[in-house]
Each structure stands twice: as C-alpha cells, then as structure tokens.
C-alpha cells in the first residue's frame, strides 16, 4: 500500500482491529475471491424472472458481492456474527426481517437487503459444499496438509483461482451494519455492534486485495500449484465435487428457497439443490469406499435437524436386487442446520452395477419444519451410454417451475446431476450488463502496484460516494475499511486463515 494511502487509514480502527485479531482465535477466511466469483455465477445460473432480473440490476451486483463477502468479515473483528452469518438460521431471520419490512413490489431499499441476503447466503453455501466435498479430495490425494502453504489451502486455492479466471477489483464496501446489528441477538443472546460490523467489512476486502496480488505473481501460482497439486489443480474442474464451478446452481436454487420464504413460502418442500457426483456425471462411479471419490453428495433445500435422522431416511439400494440397504455411512457434513450430506459407502461398490437413493420423510429442518416430500435419484458404475448429457433434465435445478417438479429425480439416465459450467462462465456473465465492469485487467498483465494502486483509488470514491447510495439506514463504509498498511496485511490474512481452519475442526468436532 502506497504511503499516502496510509494516510487515509483510520488509525485507531486499525489498532482496535489487529488487537482483537492477535487476541483471538478469528481470521480473516481466504476464499473471498472465489466467494465472489461464485456468487455472479449462481446469477448466471438463475433461470430468468423476478430474482433473476433483480440480482441483474448494475446497481444490486456490488451489493451482492458484499453479501458474498460478508460473513468472513465476523472473523477479522473476532465477533459471532461472522461464523452465525454463514448459516440458514440468521439467512432466514434476514428474510423474514425484509419480509416484515418491505413488501412486493419491492422498493430499491428492499431490493439492496435481498441482493445482500443472497450473496451473504451464498458464501455460507460455497462454504459447506467447499469444506465437505473439496477438502476431503484435496486431504485424500495432495500429500501436503492444509497448512502448508502460508495462508493455507484456502488462500492458495483462491489465488489459484484468480490466476485462472483473472483478478476482480474489490466492490465498494457495502454493509446494511445499522439493519443487521438488532438480528444477532436472539441468536447469539447478546447484541452487536454496527460499527463492528461496519470494521470487519472493510477487512475483509483485503483476501480479495491478496488473491489478485499473488494471482499476478506467476511463481507464487506455481509454487501453490507444486503445493497443492489436486487442490490448486482441480480448482476450476467443474467434475470435481465442492470445487467453485459446482456452487452456482446450487446456491441459485438455494436462492429460489429464500425467494420463496421472502414471498411467504416457508414449507420444507423445493427440490434438491444439487447432487454431485464424481467426474460430473452419476456413471462409472468409483468403487473403491477408502477414497472420498466414491461419495455421493447432495444438497438439502432446508438446513437439517440431523437428530430427526433415522436409518430409513436416506437409503441406498442395488437396482435389480431385492430392496435390501446398502450398508453406507450418511454424514450430515457440518451438523445441525446444514445441508450437505454424504453419503459414503462402507463397502466397495459393484462393478456393473446401479443404486438408488432415496430421501423420505419424516425428517425436519432445524427449525422443527417437516421435509413434505420424497426425493429419489440414481447413479451407476456403469459406463455413461452415448448421448447422455445432451439433454439435461431441470428437475431438480433452479427453475421458476421447480416448486412444481416432480416428486421423484430419476435414476441416472434422468438424474440432472451436475452438467458442468461452461469455463467461460464468469466472462460470460461479466457480458451483461448488469454484471459488466466487475473483473479488473487480467493476472498476467497486473502487477502488485497496479493491484494496490486500484484499490487506494477504490477506497477514495467510496469515501466521496458514502452519502449516495445507502438509503434506508444502509450506510457505506468509511475509506478505513479499504486501506490497509501493507506491512499489516500478511499478519491479517496468516490469522484469518489460522482461525478458519479452527472454525472448520470445531464444526467436526461439535
Ligand atoms: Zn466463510
């Protein structure tokens, strides 16, 4: 950072910041780059109408990348609110909270709150099905361990990631501090203060600063790379379950959810939000059960009660056999109020041969909501036949009509699965105008000054701009958030990886 745009640093923000930070356990999550780009992505994976045409608006996509960015700011202040934003039951009292304030048609003010709600919904998404299909691969084949890289696996894979897609300049920090303060406190039994959270935004910008900045640096890419062979290899394979492309359709249909609830539907009754199988396809699945390849993987609508889970839930059976369960293990990846679940074979599967699942009532979300409906799909370790794929089923996908869908996903031949993205995704989406200007000049052509100079000018205007946009109490953030003494950075982003990797062991371990 340049020395005159530490002069723009609000000092005593800063020191409060980096105090709380080397006093706790918090960290500024890595990955906020990735969070961004997966979060145009599930735009482009809406179908269109209504939240479609919303989350298009050239004025809503900074505030949906905030939204995306949002919950890992709670680590960089070493407050609650970060790890409770990543989860359904404050994304819902959001909701509920727009919906008691606004009503459709919905105004601008309604409108900045929801483009929030979905990006801050989408980090946490990205986060489950990252941590509990990705990770495990990564664990599995790369022989270095999360913390081999300076700011983990997660740092390295972002940048990585920007290496690949070219870097994006931060948005404007963006935080509806004053409206969110008040909904933290039925869950977490204490207030928070808006001005905390006003902080953490702003830091939390900078894992977007660093990503660019090591995506540019050619043998930093290759040194995360020779760290993180499948990792950083496999970070941008749309075959590969949990990595970034495999997030967008199912954080769209996870956004059609919360559209829902903001219209008044609350019935635990949409489709899956995914399903993920090993090299993109239910076909020539993995047989062998020691390797988390032989997963098969999919997202619930509705965060679950894991509790209320009994042996005839989730079944899986050997088509053509009698009805008989395949004895597997059914991991409910995080736990209470989450939606990913594995389901991991304890035996080999069979070679030739076709299973279905099944996920039938009762089961509860964590709210004690009955899931009001049967949802059966297949996958096989059969060849894929010629031709399957070209048409792709929406029964389980995003679309308007999916609350209609029928109660059954068929067996692989029907299964939508995951089709893949194209690889053009994000310069696709950046195509339209509601989503243009968003990537800044590609990895190889910037340089660290170039990078750093931006956002100095990028936390100016957001301090000239601070009046304007707001509305409704919603306030812009103070130029701190967007400077930050060089010298400082490092130290920042090595304790916000350092306190993710906490997070994720003490979410195993609870
Ligand atoms: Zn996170």
Known sequence: MPENSISQVRRGAWCLAIGLLLTGPAALANGNYTHGWVAIDAVRQLPSGDLHTLLNRVDLMPILRNGAMFPDGGYAVNDEYGET?????????????????????????????????????????????????????????????????PYGVDGATDTCFAAIKGTIEPPEPWVPAEELAPLYEPLLGHPVDAETIRLGQGLVTFAIVHANTEASDPTIVAG?????????????????????????RAVAAYWKVLWAR???????????????????????????????????????????????????????????????????????????????????PKQDWVQDASYTITISPPLDSWDGMPMQRTY??????????????????????????????????????????????????????????????????????????????????????????SGGKGGGGCSMLPDAGSAVPGALLPCLLLLLAAARRVRRRCQLDS
Request: charged content about 20%; some cysteine; proline content about 9%.
């Open 85 to 149: 934003s990543h989860w359904e039951p404050f994304h819902l009292a959001y909701a509920d909270w727009i919906r008691a304030t606004f009503q459709p048609p919905w105004t601008d003010d309604a409108a900045r709150h929801i483009a929030f709600l979905m990006g801050m919904s989408a980090h946490g998404m990205s986060d489950q099905l990252y941590d509990g299909m990705f990770l495990p691969r990564h664990r599995f084949y790369d022989v270095n361990g999360d913390d081999a890289a």
């Open 224 to 248: 995360y790379l020779q760290t993180f062979p499948w990792a950083c290899g496999h970070q941008d394979d749309p075959d590969a379950p949990g990595s970034p492309p495999t997030h967008g």
């Open 262 to 344: 903001l219209h008044g539907d609350t019935a635990f009754d949409k489709p899956l939000l995914g399903t993920f199988f090993t090299g993109g396809a239910p076909w020539s699945y993995p047989l062998d059960s020691s390797n988390p390849d032989s997963w098969v993987s999919f997202a619930m609508p509705r965060g679950l009660a894991p509790s209320t889970l009994l042996p005839t839930n989730i079944v899986v059976t050997r088509d053509g056999e009698d009805t008989v369960p395949i004895p597997v293990n059914i991991s409910v990846h995080y736990g209470l109020h989450s939606h990913l679940v594995n389901v991991q």
């Open 376 to 465: 059966v799909f297949g996958f096989s370790t059969l060849p894929q036949p010629a031709g399957w794929g070209d048409e792709i089923s929406t029964a389980d996908g995003p679309p308007d009509e999916a609350a209609e869908a029928s109660e059954e996903i068929a067996n692989p031949a029907d299964a939508s699965g995951d089709e893949g993205f194209p690889a053009d995704a994000f310069e696709a989406v950046s195509d339209t105008g509601g989503l243009a200007d968003l990537s800044g000049e590609s990895a190889a052509e910037s340089t660290d000054d170039s990078v750093r100079a931006d956002t100095g000018e990028s936390a100016a205007d957001s301090a000239e701009t």
